[in-house]
């Protein structure tokens, strides 16, 4: 059975609350998504979904809710 390979954000530090990312299985293409707080849930991403989304947060189009 294929195991993702999770990697964390460099941005998150040694902390656990922190975006991790997986390549799918090869031939599924896209990219997992999930928070390193709750792993059992993962959201599947297109790679320019992905893009996109990045572009959103790195341009300040996100704010934190709560």
Same mark, same amino acid.
């Given at each position: 059975?294929? *195991?993702?390979?999770? *990697? ?5 530090? +040694?902390?656990?609350?922190?975006? +991790?990312?997986?390549?799918? $299985?090869?031939?599924?293409? #896209?990219?997992?998504?999930? +928070? ?6 993962? $959201? $599947?991403?297109?790679? #320019?979904?992905?893009? +996109? ?8 189009? $996100?704010?934190?809710?709560?």
């Amino acid at each position: 059975m294929f *195991q993702n390979t999770w *990697q964390k954000s460099s941005y998150s530090g +040694e902390g656990s609350n922190c975006v +991790e990312l997986a390549a799918r $299985v090869e031939g599924e293409g #896209g990219v997992l998504l999930r +928070e390193s707080d709750d792993p059992s849930i993962a $959201v $599947v991403a297109s790679c #320019g979904a992905l893009w +996109e989304l990045l572009s959103v947060v790195r341009g300040g189009g $996100v704010r934190r809710l709560g």
